[in-house]
């Protein structure tokens, strides 16, 4: 294929080595990142949706609008060089435009994690010596510019490139303050080299472009280095995505032709969770007829008859989630159930395992194509100039030239040699070559009986289809573990106590017995949307406070006034795309409530992301009023 966006070189091999070729030669700063990431100026930067419009910026015109945005911040803050901004904006254009404008204005910007609470924030901006938050409207403790409100003036300024970026850590305990020098930043963009060029399903453009993305945040180091940094300081495209429910990133992923996804598991769970129960409810012939396939599909593995057998045997998957163009996707943040690495990659796609973390910067990514080790879990071997080594306590250690300059933790600075070891505190094995991890040194649970256990490894053994999220947690008085099980809050009470039943047996055949003390079913959501992964301290805590609704004997014996969950719902749907309170349980949608095919059509997307139930295909005129619908999804349930 004739490629356009190569700078004139023939081949992305080539082109990659000409880009680091001269970041070799040069000296290293942000100022060097910066022009070299913006030189190739008719290359596409990034594309967003509008009105079901493409519309593309180019490298050059995003470089002139960051002149544009230093020029005009310049005259707004008035502080010393290498006083500490915060920035606070969307994922999106914005923020990357202001985060490089800040640089060269000589600040040093304060990353801030929208996910974490007011008073986290303002905290982590007092111990960062932070004066002032560039954001998108919300007010802190310190001065707070919006920057909706600047009008953006054309001119030009000399640059004064600050050489430190602030990261706040995701950890679950207490937040560092994490600081990248430019000498850091250009050994982790060289690292791009070895995940570039040693599997081609990296490197593969679908019509002569590679888009990605912009799933994660800029301001996760996952998001930074492996989204942002990697691709597109070799000038690829970075794709908007505003709107995070499964129909718009479906949508968006197929109408921008996106290339390469990387996410934390709890995307891919969602997507592997959605198709399996849609797979389930076409019946017990279709779902053998799936596991069949997709056992076949494993054991050929990559071969030329394997790749050939899944382009046929699984099309109609593909086409229901991202079409052929995707060529590759990473995994990161937590830990990945197998079954989900062995789905993505049995049906024809190409989903690794990837490792990181704020503290380190992403250290290793699985670059195999082989599926007993893409499949496995495994994180692969560390990059180049990055060492692993595993302690006696089975933590990884890791030593390399890309790890963050210090850590500022609670107003100490923790400066780090490239020769001393960091501990992460993941528990990790060394397998056939390979790294994996296997949970968190502060996620084990020790109980009267002294025995460590490891929840991940516990709850990865007994998940399947009918649970949504499982969480081990220990018991206040130190005995046997509690499992706390989240089922479809939709669920009646005889469904769940089957899944209960069978949940023990599974736990009987496992011999987890003495591991896990009592089982508890919940209806409220373990990860929570403000969540990447679980939140095991917030869970603990919401659960010893009686926070989560549970599945009782009498969660579904409703009144005769009340409505049950799954009607509930039906009504609030057809509520909502009416604009006004559906009470007529029995209206017809076309005849009494005077709707359209395109309300239908919108009732049911809403219903399908939902509850896992696709009505278009479900031959039955009736199911036209709230109540027969109803009625048909909890038969299904």
Not at 141 to 160: A, C, H, M, Q, R
Not at 273 to 284: A, F, H, T
Not at 285 to 290: E, N, V
Not at 587 to 615: K, P, Q, R, V
Request: glycine share 6%.
């Amino acid at each position: 294929m004739k490629y356009n966006n190569l700078a004139n070189k023939k081949s992305i091999d080539q082109f990659v080595n000409y880009k680091l070729d001269l970041l070799n030669n040069k000296e290293v700063s942000f100022k060097t990142l910066f022009e070299l990431m913006f030189s190739e100026k008719e290359n596409t930067f990034y594309e967003y949706n509008k009105k079901f419009k493409v519309i593309k910026i180019t490298y050059g015109e995003a470089y002139k609008d960051i002149l544009n945005i230093a020029f005009t911040l310049k005259k707004s803050i008035k502080l010393p060089f290498n006083s500490v901004i915060g920035l606070y904006l969307n994922n999106d254009i914005h923020w990357l435009e202001v985060f490089w404008a800040l640089l060269f204005l000589g600040y040093r910007p304060l990353l801030l994690n929208s996910k974490l609470t007011d008073d986290v924030l303002n905290n982590l901006i007092k111990e960062s010596g932070c004066e002032l938050v560039v954001s998108n409207g919300k007010n802190f403790d310190v001065d707070t510019l919006n920057y909706f409100d600047l009008k953006i003036e054309e001119g030009f300024i000399d640059s004064s490139f600050a050489d430190e970026i602030l990261f706040l850590s995701s950890g679950t305990s207490s937040v560092k303050i994490c600081a990248y020098t430019s000498l850091e930043i250009t050994n982790i963009i060289k690292k791009a080299k070895e995940v570039v060029l040693a599997n081609s399903r990296v490197k593969k453009h679908y019509e002569g472009e590679l888009k990605l993305l912009a799933l994660l945040p800029f301001y996760h180091i996952f998001g930074f280095v492996a989204v942002y940094l990697w691709f597109t300081f070799f000038s690829r495209t970075l794709v908007e995505l505003t709107d995070l429910s499964n129909k718009n990133v479906l949508f968006v992923i197929n109408h921008h032709k996106v290339t390469h996804i990387f996410a934390v598991p709890l995307l891919w769970n969602k997507v592997y969770d959605s198709v399996m129960k849609e797979i389930s409810y076409r019946g017990e012939k279709t779902l053998k007829k799936f596991n069949k396939g997709l056992k076949l599909s494993l054991k050929l593995g990559n071969s030329f008859l394997g790749r050939a057998f899944r382009k046929v045997a699984f099309k109609e998957i593909r086409d229901n989630l991202f079409l052929d163009h995707i060529s590759f996707m990473i995994s990161g943040g937590s830990f990945i159930d197998r079954k989900v690495l062995e789905f993505f990659n049995g049906i024809g796609y190409h989903l690794t395992n990837g490792y990181g973390s704020t503290e380190i910067g992403i250290t290793s990514v699985e670059l195999s194509n082989k599926f007993k080790y893409i499949t496995s879990g495994s994180i692969g071997k560390p990059l180049d100039k990055i060492n692993y080594r595993i302690n006696d306590n089975h933590e990884l250690l890791v030593k390399g030239n890309s790890l963050a300059n210090y850590l500022l933790i609670k107003g100490e600075k923790h400066p780090h040699k490239e020769d001393e070891w960091y501990n992460t505190f993941d528990l990790v094995s060394y397998k056939n070559g390979r790294f994996y991890i296997e949970g968190r040194k502060d996620d084990l649970i020790i109980p009267k009986s002294g025995e460590n256990i490891n929840p991940n490894l516990v709850e990865e053994k007994l998940r399947n289809d009918d649970i949504v999220e499982l969480c081990l947690i220990p018991e206040k008085n130190n005995n046997a573990p509690i499992l706390l099980v989240e089922l479809s809050k939709y669920l009646s009470i005889e469904k769940a106590n089957k899944i209960l039943e069978a949940l023990k047996e599974k736990i009987r055949l496992e011999k987890l017995n003495s591991e896990i003390g009592e089982i508890v079913l919940i209806k409220d959501k373990l990860i929570e949307e403000e969540d990447f992964k679980l939140n095991r301290k917030k869970i603990l805590r919401k659960f010893n406070s009686h926070e989560y609704a549970l599945f009782t004997e009498n969660a579904n014996n409703n009144t005769s006034t009340d409505l049950d969950e799954v009607t509930l719902k039906i009504k609030e749907i057809f509520s909502n795309n009416f604009n006004r309170e559906i009470t007529d349980l029995d209206g017809d949608i076309f005849l009494e409530l005077g709707g359209s095919s395109l309300d239908y059509f919108a009732i049911i997307g809403e219903i399908h992301e939902e509850f896992g139930l696709d009505l278009s295909k479900v031959p039955d005129s009736s199911l036209v009023t709230i109540r027969a619908i109803s009625e048909y999804i909890k038969t299904k349930l």
